[in-house]
């Protein structure tokens, strides 16, 4: 089973897409389709297809240059469809002939339509949809880039884009077989499943092929926002949270002025075998393999020394030169960025906060904790720091006293502004941060009833033994526990239920679990599945059962990708990733917190 | 004998026989009716107009009937429109009239009146004269002739175009006949003018033609186009039938009826021979002259098909055509083709004659030939037990085939049971193989479900083993369509009874059958149906259209489908904003659907929903959002405390009490900057406080401390970064020494640190505690002084702490204090 078919898939549709305006013609994007699509096709491939120019749909931007044919590429907010009009109006009115083509992505709205249609531009534009949806980004991985999608449907309550997951797993279905064996946690996963189904049942394709993957987990997000807001220790997540990896690609270049040279990007997969070694190691195991690694490099370029013949020189400089070469390149890159997320670290206070975070997991020195934090407000640290810490202290102490979250609220909004008062409120909305009901607020007050959502870490923590209880015994070199990602602090939630659902074989005894985490749903086609004991599991009758589609709703870390594949490799089962965007603490609280604009 | 009815025309044979004999034997005379049959075995119309036949004089409107090709009546009508100057059919068997004043009416063949329209404005003011009904490429035609002698024609009834054709010059009187003929796609019109045709088209060309006839033959009275529109049959005054091809370029022949009385129909039976019908006489006429003549009892009238002619009589209804190849082969006495012999070698077979084992022997080589012809001749049998023979002699030569495909004899014997059935009299439907191959099979279910013959339409589908979404299924819903029309049925009866038979048939639209009960004025029926229409994005646009907006948004929210729930949002906003909102109310997700709609457009609408909602919380952060785009410091303190007020509503003081705090704050920021002319908008409490400290203005700061009850702690705290920051050191230094201070020395040397003053951080050294001292001496890059004091307190977990900072220190330092880790490990 490969997924590259779905690239594949995705490649054929957007070429009928282009191809249905003949001749050349200009594409505009939305700025975030930029990447997916390049990671997608790139541009190359819009080139062969009669892309003459690529513009970034800018807000204000009242007239584009450019030839006579023009294709939108564009996500379909009702911003957007706005910003298109008044292009489209101002070009006319100023006599420009064009014809346009707005192609919605993943799919039309009807909202957009409308808009198009009181602005009066229905009728020069053509409407047309590219249902990218989930695209691989790694041989395990794959992703919607839809970062937004937690924020409005956990915020919000806007199910919208719940449509296009469910929407993404009846192609996905299309490509590989139906899935036997689904499992949901939470109830957004269950609502996307019941859709799922609703949609494969009226689609009137009913061609069923045989299923490559036996299983799958549908996770929402807020069942676990433990693992987010905790500080990432492997390699990848940590360089996705000091640079931030783009559909794959990292820019090494920090120089912030955005013009990332092709010199200091990398595309960062399997591909790339060095990469493969170090990703999910411990960050502490990692230099050492890039120092070891450079010394092989260099013991293979010695090689030239002991060459005799020119043949032989010949052989090297054509084959093995040239590989060398490029090792080194991405050796150095890697030595680079290893160097610079040290010294972040160092200009924070790490270990303070890496102990504190500890602390607080396993729910011991509160009060040390919670001074940490505060004196991290008063000193004005980044306000995206406070924010995590003060979260992970909320959801490991299940909510805070009305007294400490008065205090804390009052300080923050003291120090960072006002406009974090909304700020607050969304969080507790998520229920990431809350204060405990009963003492807390009086009974009088009129709560919206989003708020019952409340953290079940203690129970949920006690009953799946989330936090190792000797974290000393673990060897971050060669780690036999999956809490190895976070320095044997936590083990994911998700991961953890992943790993016991696959191994009981059923959900008998989860089902407090199932409880707390909003609810465990399944539909079990093919039994007798059992993985058996760790490493030995000869009795599987079906092989499709060892591949399984862990889908996140609401995005996941790379750190909770690191555990997944460290799962895998521990049943040697094959996981594959699947999720809505891959977050960090920053990108996941960023979102949530109320910008004062101005 | 199996070639005793053939008939001999030149090279060919003809046969003529019985297709049915006629349900309405005896109760019909054709002669006293109009007639218009449908090709391919279609229908036939009757018109009876007792004006015209009566002795006495009547204003009776004509009666219409329409039959089954079998004879069988489908329904009757008096006629009470206008007067019908041609009936006809169209190709999808639709019975047209066409009035003296132009208009078309359009009937099903049960005479259920479907639309009507009209051929142009000069038809209607001048009246016309003739009519003709004709095949195109785009389906059906129509062109008619005014009394001004001018041609106006349509070629898709379906979406009716009328144009003109060319004038023909000199034509002051109406032709004595004309046609339509099908060239270049394009059909014209073949006018003839005494002993002169001309050709008109669209483009307003005509063209002159003169067929090449003997002389004194006589004006041009008759004409007939061969179905296929190649060729042409012309009948001139002299009695002479000219056959040739249609644009006239070759003649084939001429044949001399001696008859002065013109045909009451010239016709080509196939595309083969010219039949011409003087009362009771049909003379068949070949392309050589040759000819055969049939007698009938009754009058009759005559019915061009593809491959034949149907001869239509008051107790019969026959068919003439030309014995196809195959058949000849087979049949025709002494033929010695492969396929002749293996007929032969079956009959002796059943016979259990050694003989076949001879025959077979003699056709040894061509047995595959031989196989086939017999699987042809028997598609072109109408005769069942003829079919029979020929197949099994077909089955008994694919014995001694090793290599044979099946496919052509399982699909014949499937062909023909199916036209079997069709051609049965209960049907009537007299295709032939040719005509349904023609036709295809898709169209002949059509018909079936025409003649609302739903039954036997699933099942041919079935046994044909057509995909149910092209064949059961679409026969199901035409068939609850056809349900919904009967008014006399009880609603509720009925839509049980069309769901038990649809819901677990993929691929029906109740929609689509739930929008035709709409039509028909059937709403309950139709909010019924669409309670089965499993997908919401059809259900939800007619629930709409119905009017039926709470059941339309429950389904939408059902669906999961946000679009959908959008498009009825919007259309019932539009509707009306009252009822909306009350409507929206209970239902969370509509609502919060509406609330992101207006959070892009209209943010003081979102306001509006929660107040409604008596949601102040949510009220009070959507007045707080949106204080910040406003300017004006008053207007913003307006809205802060209209939002106050709302965090007061709904009881929650504390929030209550911080916006207060933000409205004193930028009260007290608005009167800073007038004071100071320095902006502070937009400053949290702390970055006022710290930006005043750093601007020297101590008082102020007190001030805000106390006004604000800024905590000890944080105001020394914020004081010491700021005082570092503004590099007052002296002041610094007095701060450090304050009695009882609330924080401890090593924040002063992180702020001197942080502002770059190792030098002025060192002072503080002295004075730090000494559980702090190395982290502090780590922190002003004294690591050499640090790690001794860790090995002075002899602390590992320092030590660590110290290596884990290296990274920032020279190396050279970095190697003494990595030298000095060993000490450690003795002096334990």
Redesign the interface.
């Given at each position: 089973m490969d997924l590259q078919e779905l690239n594949k898939l995705l490649k054929t549709q957007l070429a009928h897409l282009l191809i249905s305006i003949p001749d050349s013609k200009d594409l505009v994007l939305d700025a975030d389709l930029t990447k997916p699509l390049d990671r997608v096709v790139g541009i190359k491939f819009l080139k062969e297809h009669g892309v003459e120019k690529l513009y970034i749909l800018e807000r204000g931007q009242k007239t584009l240059p450019g030839c006579g044919k023009r294709i939108y590429l564009v996500r379909p907010?009702?911003?957007t469809m706005k910003y298109i009009a008044d292009q489209i109006k101002s070009e006319i009115s100023s006599g420009e002939k064009r014809s346009y083509k707005i192609v919605l992505v993943p799919?039309?709205?009807?909202?957009c339509e409308?808009i198009l249609e009181s602005e009066g531009v229905m009728g020069h534009v053509s409407i047309d949809e590219f249902p990218l949806e989930l695209f691989p980004l790694d041989k395990d991985l794959l992703s919607l880039e839809l970062p937004e999608l937690f924020t409005?449907f956990f915020l919000?309550?806007?199910?919208?884009l719940?449509?296009t997951v469910?929407s993404s797993l009846v192609n996905l279905q299309r490509l590989f077989g139906k899935i036997p064996n689904i499992f949901t946690i939470g109830k957004g996963s269950k609502?996307v499943y019941?859709?799922m189904n609703?949609m494969s049942?009226?689609s009137?394709d009913?061609k069923e092929s045989k299923h490559q993957i036996g299983q799958m987990f549908i996770i929402d997000r807020d069942v676990d926002y433990v693992s987010p807001m905790c500080t990432p220790m492997t390699y990848e997540a940590l360089l996705d949270e000091t640079y931030k990896i783009e559909c794959g690609v990292i820019n090494f270049d920090t120089s912030g002025d955005g013009k990332a040279t092709a010199a200091s990007k990398l595309l960062l997969t399997s591909q790339d075998e060095i990469y493969t070694q170090i990703r999910d190691r411990h960050f502490s195991n990692v230099f050492s393999y890039l120092s070891a690694k450079a010394k092989e490099l260099q013991a293979l370029y010695n090689k030239k020394n002991n060459l005799t013949t020119v043949g032989e020189m010949k052989e090297f400089v054509a084959k093995e030169l040239r590989q060398l070469k490029h090792q080194q390149k991405i050796l150095e890159m890697h030595i680079g960025g290893c160097?610079h997320i040290?010294?972040t670290k160092?200009k924070t206070d790490f270990?303070e906060t890496i102990k504190t975070e500890q602390c607080m997991l396993a729910g011991v020195e509160t009060k040390e904790s919670m001074t940490f934090i505060e004196?991290g407000i008063?000193?004005?640290i980044p306000l995206l720091q406070s924010l995590r810490l003060l979260c992970l202290l909320s959801i490991t102490q299940e909510g805070l006293s009305s007294k400490d979250y008065?205090a804390f609220?009052?300080?923050f909004?003291?120090?960072?502004?006002?406009?974090h008062?909304?700020t607050f409120?969304n969080l507790k909305k998520l229920g990431i941060l809350t204060e405990q009901e009963g003492i807390a607020a009086?009974p009088?007050?009129?709560?919206?009833?989003a708020f019952s959502r409340k953290s079940s870490y203690r129970f949920l923590n006690q009953k799946l033994n989330l936090v190792p209880k000797q974290t000393e015994d673990i060897d971050l070199r060669d780690p036999k526990d999956v809490s190895y990602i976070f320095s044997g602090a936590y083990t994911p939630l998700p991961c953890k239920l992943v790993e016991q659902i696959l191994v009981r074989d059923s959900l008998i005894g989860l089902e407090d679990v199932g409880k707390a985490c909003g609810g465990i749903h399944s539909e079990i086609k093919v039994k007798n599945r059992s993985l058996g004991t760790v490493r030995g599991a000869q009795n599987i009758v079906d092989p499709t059962m060892k591949v399984v589609l862990v889908y996140f709703l609401g995005g996941c870390t790379f750190s909770e990708i690191a555990a997944l594949r460290f799962i895998s490799k521990q049943y040697d089962i094959r996981i594959i990733v699947a999720t809505t965007a891959i977050i960090t603490s920053y990108t996941l609280l960023d979102k949530v917190v109320?910008r004062?604009?101005? | 004998m199996a070639t005793a009815d053939w008939n001999p025309l030149g090279e060919f044979y003809y046969r003529k026989a019985e297709v049915y004999s006629m349900e309405w034997s005896g109760l019909v005379d054709i002669a006293k009716h109009t007639v218009a049959v449908s090709t391919y075995g279609g229908p036939i119309a009757l018109l009876k107009d007792e004006s015209k036949t009566s002795r006495v004089a009547t204003v009776a409107k004509p009666v219409i009937s329409v039959y089954s090709a079998a004879g069988k009546l489908q329904n009757q009508m008096r006629w009470n429109s206008g007067n019908i100057i041609t009936m006809g059919w169209s190709g999808t068997e639709e019975l047209l009239f066409i009035q003296e004043d132009g208009v078309v009416l359009v009937y099903d063949m049960f005479l259920t009146f479907k639309r009507t329209f009209g051929m142009g404005q000069e038809a209607k003011d001048i009246k016309i004269l003739e009519a003709k009904i004709f095949p195109s490429y785009q389906g059906t035609g129509i062109a008619v002739m005014t009394t001004s002698f001018r041609i106006f024609l349509t070629s898709n009834i379906d979406s009716p175009r009328i144009v003109r054709l060319a004038e023909i010059p000199g034509l002051n009187e109406a032709p004595a006949c004309w046609t339509v003929v099908l060239l270049d796609r394009q059909p014209r019109a073949l006018v003839a003018k005494g002993e002169e045709l001309f050709l008109v088209d669209q483009g307003g060309q005509y063209q002159n033609q003169r067929p090449d006839l003997s002389e004194n033959s006589g004006a041009i009275i008759a004409m007939a186009v061969s179905f296929n529109s190649k060729f042409l049959a012309l009948f001139t005054q002299q009695g002479l039938i000219w056959i040739g091809t249609s644009d006239i370029q070759k003649k084939y022949c001429e044949f001399n009826t001696k008859s002065f009385q013109p045909p009451q129909q010239l016709v080509w039976c196939g595309n083969g021979a010219v039949v011409g019908l003087w009362d009771k006489l049909i003379v068949v006429v070949g392309p050589d002259k040759d000819w055969i003549r049939y007698n009938m009892d009754s009058p009759v009238y005559l019915v061009q098909e593809e491959d034949g002619l149907r001869i239509i009589g008051n107790d019969s209804h026959e068919f003439l055509h030309k014995i196809p190849a195959v058949t000849e082969q087979i049949f025709k006495i002494g033929s010695m083709e492969p396929g002749a012999v293996l007929y032969e070698a079956s009959k002796e077979f059943q016979k259990q004659n050694q003989k076949a084992d001879e025959y077979i022997r003699m056709i040894k080589d061509k047995l595959d030939v031989a196989v086939n012809q017999c699987i042809q001749a028997a598609g072109h049998e109408p005769e069942p037990t003829i079919q029979r023979m020929l197949l099994r002699a077909a089955s008994f030569g694919k014995c001694f085939l090793t290599d044979y495909r099946p496919e052509a004899f399982v699909n014949m014997c499937m062909m023909l049971r199916v036209l079997n059935q069709v051609r049965h009299h209960s049907v009537g439907i007299p295709l032939t193989f040719t005509q349904l191959e023609h036709l295809s099979m898709p169209v002949l279910i059509d018909r079936l479900v025409l003649r609302k013959m739903f039954g036997l339409a699933v099942k041919i589908c079935q046994y044909l083993k057509i995909p149910d979404?092209e064949g059961r299924s679409r026969i199901l819903a035409h068939w609850a369509c056809f349900k919904v029309q009967q008014k006399s049925e009880d609603e509720e009866k009925l839509a049980r009874t069309i769901s038990q038979k649809l819901v677990d048939v993929?691929?029906v639209s109740f929609s689509e059958i739930a929008s035709q009960a709409l039509e028909l004025g059937r709403k309950q029926l139709a909010i019924k149906l669409l309670d089965y229409e499993?997908?919401a994005s059809e259900q939800v646009p007619l629930l709409l259209k119905m009017g039926q907006d709470q059941a339309a948004l429950t389904k939408a929210i059902d669906?999961?489908?946000?679009?959908?729930v959008?498009?009825v949002l919007?259309r019932l906003r539009d509707k009306s904003s009252q009822d909306f909102f009350m409507m929206i109310r209970g239902m969370?997700?509509a609502c919060?659907?509406f609330?992101?709609?207006c959070r892009?457009?209209n943010i003081k609408l979102v306001e509006d929903l929660y107040y409604q909602e008596?949601?102040?919380?949510?009220e009070g952060?959507c007045k707080?959002?949106r204080s910040?785009s406003l300017d004006d410091v008053e207007e913003r303190a307006k809205l802060l405390e209209d939002a106050m007020n709302c965090f007061l509503r709904?009881?929650?003081d504390?929030?209550a009490k911080?916006?207060e705090e933000?409205i004193k704050?930028i009260r007290y920021q608005r009167k800073l900057e007038t004071d100071t002319g320095r902006s502070y908008?937009?400053?949290?409490?702390?970055?006022t406080l710290y930006q005043l400290t750093v601007e020297g203005n101590h008082n102020m700061a007190e001030k805000f401390k106390k006004e604000?009850k800024?905590p000890d702690?944080?105001f020394w705290?914020?004081k010491v970064?700021a005082l570092a920051e503004s590099g007052d050191w002296i002041e610094l230094d007095k701060l450090s020494r304050t009695k009882k201070a609330p924080v401890g020395i090593e924040t002063f040397i992180d702020a001197c640190m942080k502002n770059k003053n190792s030098l002025e951080a060192k002072k503080y050294l002295s004075r730090v505690p000494p559980e702090l001292k190395v982290k502090c001496l780590v922190r002003v890059g004294l690591f050499r002084e640090a790690a001794e004091a860790a090995i002075e307190s002899k602390s590992e977990e320092d030590f660590d702490?110290i290596l884990?900072?290296l990274?920032?220190a020279e190396r050279q330092v970095a190697d003494q204090v990595r030298a000095l880790r060993p000490q450690l490990a003795i002096r334990k």
């Open positions: 907010s009702m911003v799919r039309k709205i009807h909202v409308k409005s919000d309550n806007d199910t919208t719940l449509h469910a609502m019941d859709l609703y049942e009226k009137e009913k160097e040290m010294k160092e270990e004196e008063q000193k004005q008065k609220k009052t300080a909004l003291h120090s960072h502004g006002f406009e008062l909304v409120f009086s009088r007050v009129l709560l919206p009833p109320e004062n604009n101005r | 979404s993929p691929g499993p997908r669906s999961g489908d946000t679009d959908l959008y498009t919007l969370p997700i919060s659907l609330i992101q709609y892009q457009q008596d949601n102040s919380w949510e952060n707080i959002i910040y709904c009881k929650n504390f929030l911080q916006t933000q704050l908008a937009d400053q949290s409490l702390q970055k604000f800024v702690r944080r705290i914020m970064y702490y884990s900072r990274g920032s």
